[in-house]
Each structure stands twice: as structure tokens, then as C-alpha cells.
């Protein structure tokens, strides 16, 4: 699945608890938006919270090549010279997007409608991830996009004389495609419509808005007209709940545990993993709920509790779709079964991360049915033989941190190999979260 292994691993010794307080770092799909926002907007645009991870630099990277002036990151912070709505130029090579689907799909769209051609490129595993799910959308609007014949990228962008708005009804529930599409929009003639089958989150909407930017809500269906401009502004990011989520797995798991997550962003559309990890009976508590540049944020308590298996209801599922691997941990860790349905979009994720956590929980002696659109699994002990265990993340960042939060139930040590993508969204995880009592080693 991965490309060449990074070669870097993940030691993890078994038990422990997790205690204290923690900031994970921001939020990456938040971050990723702001340096797009701020690119094309009017005047300048501050950002605090800055996810200082590879994803959200490879966007930050991307729109430096497109001659906009970024200072920072600096401590979380950046300062973009919007260049306006017209002002990006072409890039002189290939824009890399190297693990980061959501820089591509966004970019994407952004970049349908610019007069330059652009290519955007990335790593092994973002070149196997599907793109048709944009550029379709995107062609039928009048972009120019040719893909491999696989429907991967490289992608290869002409410009277009002019792109024309439309009213699309999303096959699949996906906040890149939605984004995608608003984007493109930005750059169109006339009203640019998505319709979403289930709510996806909603940050580039309520960052539009943050900008200056009208748009319309109706039910599932978001609107905007093309040819406005965006105001420059402050913003700061929460912390990401996606990072989050393995600390309210790992508190529940680990009795003795009482950690309190700060700053978290509780955006509704991004909270199912709490809805679900509740049903499953864990001790959450969401407190000092504040608003933040129109994002919900709050701290987040989370103290140790027995966990029962569940059926996941199909309609969280894009509500907690990057933290279902660590749900799994959660799973593997309850009493009884839990069944996920409905989630076939994990096998596009980063890795195929069905058959990815199956395979890794196999190897802790879990019982895990991989299906095609979910797992059953069966919840135990984690390497009951206390023999070490040796985890294939396949290079996936949210494959090595769930296994890595798997250890502290764990009978045995645990070994997880090629770790180095756990810096696209969690830069210095490893020692953040040896911080609050996870027995870690990197190496
Ligand atoms: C994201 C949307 C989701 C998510 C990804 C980030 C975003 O992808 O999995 O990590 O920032 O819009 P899909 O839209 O493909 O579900």
C-alpha cells in the first residue's frame, strides 16, 4: 500500500493512564482553509492555531508558488498577503501535494478557473486516491482537468475561458468535494449549488462567511454566487478533535485516566466520535463551551470508563470518518461486539483503513471482521499472549497514532512501523502524548 516505509517506528510499552491537561494541535481541515481563504482574498489575513503539520504546509507551500507573501508559521502563527481574487499566478513546476488529499481536491477546484495552467502532484499514496469525484463536478462546470487514466493524479489543469456555476447533488457525502465545488464557484459565472446526502463538516462555509463572503444554506443545500471578493481577517484555529480523538479513546480505555483536551473544536458537523464513544459508555464532558471566529471550541474531560460494544448509527459516520479507526481501538477494548456499516469511504482514505485496522488487530489477537463497507469486531484484550506485536500503519498517520493509544490496554508491547506521516497532522505526537502518560519511544 505505502511507498518505501519511512523506516521510522513507534515502541510502545503496555498500561499506563492518561492524565493532565493537553492542547492537541489545530485543526487540519480549518488550517488548510484559511491559507486558501486568505490567499484570495483582499488585505491581509492573520491566523493563530496553525496546524504546523506537512498537510497543511504542503497548501501553505502550494499557494507561496502561486506568489502569494506567507510569513510564518511562527508558533502557530501565519500572516498571508491576500493577493485578491485575481492576483495568484502561475506556478513555475508542479504544485506538490505530497499525503494531503484535501490540498488536492480543494486546490482543484480553486485552481479550474485561474487563467494558468497548474499541476498538482503528490506522494505514493494520495497518487492512488481517487479524484474523479472532483474533477467530474469540476468538468461539468467547464474546467479543463485531465487525470491518469485511472482517475488519479497527476492532475493536469488547462485554463478555461470561463467556468459556468452549477447545482450538483454530492454521490458520496464529502466535505473535499463540497469544498471543491464552492471554490470553483468563487471563480464562476452565475450561482453554484451543492447538495450533500448526509451534512459533511462545514468549515469552508462558515469560513466563506468569516471573509465576507454571502452564501446560502437551505436544508442539505449550500449556494454562492460567483465573481465576490473575500475580506481579509483574523482567525484561530481550535484545536483539532480529529487529533483529540485518540486522547478520548485512550482516557476511556486506561482506567486511572482523567485528561482534559483544551480548546477542541466541537463543530457539530465533526463530533459524532464523542456521540458515538458516549453510546459506547464513555465518560466525556464537554465544558467551557466558547465561540471562536464561528467555530464552536471547548475543553474536553474525559475520564475512564467500561465500554460496551454498539452498532454504530450509519448517520455518524461522516460525522466521526477520520477518528473510526480509533473507534476500532475503543471496539477492540469493549465489552462485547460493535458493527460499523455504512462506511465504505474508509477504503480511500490514506490507506484502506478497513482492511489496515483489520490486520493490525489481528495481529493483537483481536477479533476483526473486515467487510466491505465496515468491520465487526469483537472487543478483548490487545496482545492477550503478551508477546510483542508488530503493527503495519502502512504509512497512515491515523493508523500508527490508534495503535499507538491501543497499547495502553495492552497485555504486550507494541511496535508500529512506518510512523513518519503522523507529522502530516500530529507534529511531536509522540512526545505530546508520552507527556500525558503514553509509555512511547520513537525510533
Ligand atoms: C476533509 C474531509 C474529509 C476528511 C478529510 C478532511 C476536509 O474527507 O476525511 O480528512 O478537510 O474537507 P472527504 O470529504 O473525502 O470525506
Do not use: W
Not at 487540519?28 to 488585505?43: C, N, Q, W
Not at 506556478?91 to 485552481?111: E, F, H, I, W, Y
Not at 462555509?205 to 468569516?210: D, P
Request: proline share 6%.
Amino acid at each position: 500500500m505505502a511507498a518505501a516505509s519511512s523506516g521510522q517506528r513507534f515502541h510502545l510499552s503496555p498500561g499506563g493512564a492518561l492524565r493532565g491537561r493537553l492542547r492537541v494541535p489545530g485543526d487540519k481541515s480549518i488550517s488548510h482553509r484559511a491559507i486558501m481563504l486568505g490567499s484570495i482574498a483582499d488585505g491581509e489575513t492573520e491566523i493563530s492555531g496553525f496546524l504546523e503539520g506537512a498537510d497543511a504546509l504542503a497548501t501553505l507551500g502550494a499557494f507561496r508558488q502561486l506568489g502569494v507573501q506567507i510569513d510564518g508559521p511562527e508558533g502557530g502563527r501565519v500572516r498571508i498577503r491576500g493577493v485578491g481574487r485575481d492576483g495568484l499566478r502561475g506556478a513555475d513546476g508542479p504544485l506538490d501535494m505530497g499525503n494531503s488529499g484535501t490540498s488536492m481536491r480543494l486546490l482543484s477546484g480553486l485552481l479550474a478557473g485561474q487563467r494558468f495552467a497548474s499541476t498538482l502532484i503528490g506522494d505514493a499514496s494520495l497518487s492512488r486516491r481517487p479524484m474523479r469525484r472532483v474533477t467530474g463536478p469540476l468538468a461539468e462546470m467547464g474546467a479543463q482537468i485531465a487525470t491518469t487514466e485511472e482517475g488519479t493524479a497527476p492532475l493536469r489543469i488547462t485554463p478555461t475561458p470561463e467556468l459556468a456555476g452549477i447545482d450538483y447533488r454530492l454521490p458520496v457525502a464529502s466535505a473535499q468535494v463540497k469544498s471543491s465545488l464552492l471554490l470553483a464557484g468563487l471563480y464562476a459565472r452565475g450561482r453554484t449549488c451543492v447538495t450533500e446526502p448526509a451534512p459533511t463538516r462545514d468549515h469552508t462555509e462558515r469560513m466563506l462567511a468569516a471573509f465576507g463572503y454571502p452564501l446560502t444554506r437551505d436544508g442539505a443545500r449550500v449556494c454562492l454566487e460567483g465573481g465576490g471578493r473575500l475580506r481579509g481577517c483574523r482567525l484561530e484555529v481550535p484545536a483539532d478533535i480529529s487529533s483529540a480523538a485518540f486522547f478520548l479513546v485512550g482516557a476511556s480505555i486506561a482506567p486511572g485516566s482523567d485528561l482534559t483536551l483544551e480548546h477542541v473544536g466541537i463543530n457539530p458537523t465533526r463530533t459524532g466520535v464523542i456521540d458515538i464513544l458516549r453510546a459506547m459508555g464513555a465518560d466525556i464532558r464537554i465544558e467551557a463551551e466558547r465561540d471562536v471566529g464561528g467555530e464552536p471550541v471547548a475543553d474536553l474531560r474525559v475520564r475512564s470508563a467500561p465500554l460496551r460494544g454498539i452498532r454504530i448509527p450509519e448517520a455518524l459516520v461522516p460525522l466521526a470518518i477520520d477518528e473510526l479507526p480509533a473507534v476500532f481501538i475503543a471496539a477492540a477494548c469493549a465489552e462485547g461486539e460493535t458493527v460499523l456499516t455504512g462506511a465504505e469511504e474508509l477504503r480511500v482514505k490514506e490507506s484502506d483503513r478497513i482492511q489496515v485496522m483489520a490486520d493490525g488487530l489481528a495481529r493483537l489477537g483481536i477479533e476483526a471482521e473486515p467487510r466491505p463497507d465496515g468491520i465487526r469486531i469483537r472487543g478483548g484484550t490487545p496482545g492477550a499472549d503478551g508477546a510483542r506485536a508488530v503493527i503495519e500503519s502502512h504509512g497512515d498517520h491515523r493508523i500508527a497514532m490508534s495503535f499507538a493509544i491501543a497499547a495502553l490496554r495492552a497485555a504486550g508491547p507494541i511496535e508500529i512501523e512506518d510512523c513518519a506521516n503522523v507529522a502530516t497532522s500530529f507534529p511531536r505526537f509522540a512526545t505530546l502524548a508520552g507527556g500525558v502518560g503514553l509509555q512511547i519511544r520513537e525510533g
